[in-house]
């Protein structure tokens, strides 16, 4: 059973930075793909970024320049470092992770493992 738990989340003041991390484990055999989700008070879940199935790293406009998805420095991690946060970044954050194959097939944000979240909010 894959289990993702995230950690990080906090409260900040617009333009500050927070750093969230997330450790997966369980994960069977094959290549995964992960990315991190948030949703806003009152909206839908959104994808924010994730490592395609080549490496290479995706983000939504919104936050392209300021985010930055990495791997952690222990096995099965992801971080996400969120510099000049804005009060429009106010939401919880989920760590997702799925075998890139399903990814591949169904989308870049088609994930079915998630995490149990992690607030963050960012004062004006």
């Known amino acids: 059973q894959v289990l993702l738990v995230e950690s990080g989340g906090g409260s900040v003041q617009a333009g500050g930075s927070l750093t969230l991390s997330c450790k997966a484990s369980?994960?069977?055999?094959?290549?995964?793909?992960m990315a991190w989700f948030r949703q806003p008070p009152g909206k839908g879940r959104e994808g924010v970024g994730a490592i395609l199935s080549d490496g290479r790293i995706t983000y939504i406009a919104a936050v392209r320049g300021r985010f930055t998805i990495s791997k952690g420095a222990a096995e099965n991690t992801l971080d996400l470092q969120m510099n000049n946060l804005k009060s429009a970044d106010t939401a919880m954050y989920y760590c997702?992770?799925?075998?890139?194959?399903?990814?591949?097939?169904?989308?870049?944000?088609?994930?079915?493992?998630w995490g149990q979240g992690t607030q963050v909010t960012v004062s004006s």
């Open positions: 369980g994960l069977p055999s094959g290549t995964f793909c």
């Open positions: 997702a992770a799925d075998l890139c194959e399903r990814i591949v097939a169904g989308g870049t944000w088609e994930y079915n493992n």
